[in-house]
Structures are given as structure tokens and as C-alpha cells.
């Protein structure tokens, strides 16, 4: 049985860490005394975000019929019919990606990339046999908490600060360069935080800071060097 080419990372890419500037700690509401410090709360979600962006440029690398018929063993039903093909595609005697077949067509593969035993990469395919969306693991131990669909152009990483499987900030790119972002910071479902880049630097950080309006009440401007330009308290509803 073929199955279509497979989309594979190029790990090397996962090893960038983006430093830009996320959340702020709020603070005083009195005009004037809103902006106190930078906080960390979302650097690590940044980093997620650059790790899967450059992951996202998935390499082309086999067809599974190209693989040595003693490299894969197939899984059947108790009806007689292919449910999974287990695959050896660096022959070092181990199962480092798996297939799982419906109706004869591949919905979904699970990938070792780094060669520890453990997922690190899921991917998702449509009835027509392309890839919908590609799962990664952040920290390479199992649990799938970033997602990358990729439509022509543009692209959205849907990532999981909290790695609980609920996606809580939302990327999007275009022509490989991220132009806005979006993140519910305290989980309550409702969007609180708004990044707007030019370029791949942050222009824009637009707050609720109550937290639960799921509207902006304060708008930051940043500069070219990345400081804080301006903040107004004058923002109207999105």
C-alpha cells in the first residue's frame, strides 16, 4: 500500500529561541502609572512560537514505498485490514513513526525525530490525502502543545502555554513572517492580549487589563529599538 509523502522537520531549525517582548504585569490603574515592568509570563510561549514557525518549513524527505519492505510491518484488524504501518526508517531495529490507516488512506502519522523512542511530531492528514495540519512537541517529551496549518501563504501556530491541549495564543503568518498574534493569558477562554509586527518586530500591544472584558482598554506603541513609545488608555472596542 503507498501512502503519500510524508513531511518531515528539519530538527536543527527547532533550536531558535525568540526573545521578543510579551505580556505586561499590571499595576496601578491611575493614569500615567499603568506601564511598571516587563513580565516574563509569556517567554516561554515566544519560544515556542519561533520553534514551531521555523519547524514549519517541513522538508519533503520519502515516499513510504520507498522504504524496504522488511523496514515496515503493517497492523491489521480483526477483519483482515490494514489499520497501521509501523516503520524503521533509520534500520536501527526500532519503530520511529507509525501510520494510522482509515477506509485504506492515511488520517494520521506519529514521528520520533530525535531518535529517544518518545512522539515528538503528529501529523494530521484531510480526506484528499494533504497534510491539514502538523502537531509538535515543545519540549520533546511526548506532549503534543503546538500546531501549524499552513494555507498557501499563510500560516497559524495555535500553541498550548500551558501544554494542557487547549490552544491559548494564536500566530499568525504570512509569507514566512509573523504579522499578529493573539493569547488569552489567564485561561479563561477570552483573548485579553493583542501583538501586532511590521517587519518581525513588535509595533503594537494592544491589553485588556481586566482580564475578562475580552476588549482592549490600553494600547503600547513600540519604537524601532523595541522600547515602549507611547501608551494610551484611548481604545476603541475591536
Known amino acids: 500500500m503507498r501512502l503519500g509523502p510524508i513531511k518531515l ?61 522488511e523496514r515496515v510491518t503493517p497492523v491489521y484488524d480483526p477483519a483482515g485490514a490494514i489499520r497501521r504501518l509501523d516503520y524503521d526508517t533509520d534500520r536501527d531495529g526500532r519503530v520511529d513513526m507509525r501510520a494510522y490507516l482509515e477506509n485504506g ?14 512522539v515528538d511530531r503528529w501529523e494530521y492528514y484531510r480526506a484528499d490525502g494533504q497534510l491539514d495540519r502538523l502537531g509538535t512537541s515543545s519540549e520533546s517529551d511526548g506532549v503534543e502543545d503546538t500546531w501549524v496549518v499552513q494555507r498557501g501563504d499563510e500560516m497559524r501556530v495555535d500553541i498550548s502555554t500551558r501544554r494542557d ?9 504570512d509569507k514566512g513572517v509573523l504579522v499578529r498574534s493573539e493569547q488569552d493569558t489567564n485561561g479563561d477562554g477570552r483573548i485579553d492580549q493583542w501583538q501586532r509586527f511590521d517587519g518581525g518586530k513588535l509595533r503594537e500591544l494592544l491589553l485588556d487589563t481586566s482580564q475578562a472584558s475580552g476588549r482592549p482598554d490600553r494600547r503600547l506603541v513600540y519604537a524601532n529599538d523595541g522600547s515602549v513609545q507611547s501608551v494610551d488608555s484611548d481604545v476603541s472596542p475591536k
Request: with cysteine; glycine share 6%; aromatic share 6%.
Open 9 to 69: 522537520l528539519d530538527s536543527a531549525l527547532c533550536l531558535h529561541v525568540w526573545s521578543a517582548t510579551a505580556s505586561l504585569r499590571a499595576y496601578d490603574e491611575s493614569p500615567g502609572v499603568f506601564l511598571s515592568s516587563i513580565a516574563e509570563r509569556n517567554h516561554s510561549a515566544c519560544s515556542v512560537s519561533e520553534r514551531a514557525k521555523l519547524c514549519a518549513r517541513c522538508l519533503p524527505l520519502v515516499f513510504l514505498a520507498a522504504c524496504a519492505s
Open 105 to 118: 488512506r492515511t488520517v494520521r502519522i506519529e514521528a520520533d525525530g530525535n531518535g529517544d523512542g518518545i
Open 165 to 173: 491541549g487547549v490552544a491559548d495564543r494564536h500566530e499568525f503568518h
